[in-house]
């Protein structure tokens, strides 16, 4: 990937080469909202481009506003991946005095650690039509003042993706007018402690600027080379049948070389294997059976060696034992 600056009136140019060599003529408002995009190398139809093809014009428009971020005193990006955004509340969320973090964010941690298996009492309710076992997530957006955090919103609420429109409920925004530093974009898990939460939104915000990165066409920085949920709407590509430029950056078992679960909920290696085992089984009831069969009998390790081996590991007799030999 490649860009340069063509022009500066109303609005900014560029030209920007992707991955394929194709040239993406842009043109894009000061905050990012691209007006016009032409290039020669794809269908001009949208209607008969494959969804590859519809990924390297996403990559295109998403590395012009890296590199108009990088070169001009603009904020290109919407709140869900602004990543000067992101680093500056990564931070302010660190430098937090205890007694203010848990003000700001207890709300926020009782609705993550709260399934059980139907929550009644949630900060957040769940709409009724959302059932125990559908997926759900918690937008909480962060305003800044300066390097501090200033407020957070209410939780907001996005479900029930039909036809790839989700449903959202919108609450209260301290400022809804006003450009959130970064939205925090969280699903039901298990945290450790109100204490461990800090950390868990640490990492959380990682992964978030790891997406940054892969959705511009570009490797991410070796900090944020890190598996796990990061930007709620991307998870979607990861995993779309027909979309094959991508791994699945968001599952903390998968195999990608260089990248890794650096997460522990507080349980030290013993919590990464814990975490590792329940991402590879949960939609995959084949290694799933074979792992429990494997476990409980010490037979068939040929088997799941092989089935392994099928799902990317390099080396499956050593991620065997590491799942299951610590157990």
């Not at 039509?129 to 937008?139: H, Q, S, T």
């Not at 939205?183 to 992964?207: A, I, W």
């Not at 930007?231 to 990608?256: N, S």
Request: glycine share 6%; net charge negative.
């Amino acid at each position: 990937m490649d860009a340069v600056i063509t022009g500066e009136s109303e609005r900014i140019g560029l030209s920007v080469i992707d991955h394929n060599d194709v040239e993406h003529l842009i043109e894009m408002d000061f905050d990012g909202e691209v007006k016009y995009q032409e290039q020669d190398g794809y269908p001009q139809d949208a209607a008969d481009r494959s969804p590859n093809e519809h990924e390297y014009l996403a990559q295109a428009r998403e590395y012009a506003r890296h590199h108009v971020y990088e070169e001009t005193e603009y904020n290109p990006f919407p709140v869900e991946n602004n990543l000067p955004g992101i680093k500056r509340v990564r931070t302010a969320i660190q430098d937090l005095p205890n007694e203010r973090f848990c003000e700001l964010f207890e709300d926020a941690y009782q609705q993550v650690d709260g399934k059980d298996p139907l929550p009644t009492d949630l900060p957040a309710p769940l709409p009724s039509e959302v059932g125990p076992n559908d997926w759900i997530a918690f937008l909480i957006d962060v305003y800044l003042d300066g390097t501090t955090v200033e407020a957070v919103s209410d939780i907001h609420l996005r479900y029930d993706y039909t036809d790839n429109t989700p449903s959202e409920q919108w609450n209260d925004d301290p400022f809804p007018d006003r450009k959130a530093d970064a939205r925090l974009q969280l699903t039901f898990d298990h945290v450790p402690s109100l204490e461990g939460f800090r950390e868990y939104l640490d990492y959380h915000l990682r992964c978030q600027l790891r997406d940054c990165y892969i959705m511009a066409g570009v490797e991410p920085p070796e900090e944020y080379k890190v598996l796990g949920e990061g930007q709620e709407k991307i998870i979607g590509r990861y995993v779309h049948p027909d979309i094959t430029l991508y791994d699945q950056y968001h599952k903390h078992h998968a195999p990608i070389s260089g990248y890794e679960l650096d997460y522990d909920y507080g349980m030290g290696e013993y919590g990464k294997i814990i975490t590792q085992l329940e991402s590879l089984t949960a939609e995959d009831e084949e290694i799933r059976t074979a792992i429990d069969h494997y476990r409980d009998t010490g037979e068939n390790k040929d088997e799941l060696v092989d089935l392994f081996e099928e799902r990317g590991f390099e080396n499956p007799n050593k991620k065997i034992n590491e799942l299951i030999g610590a157990l």
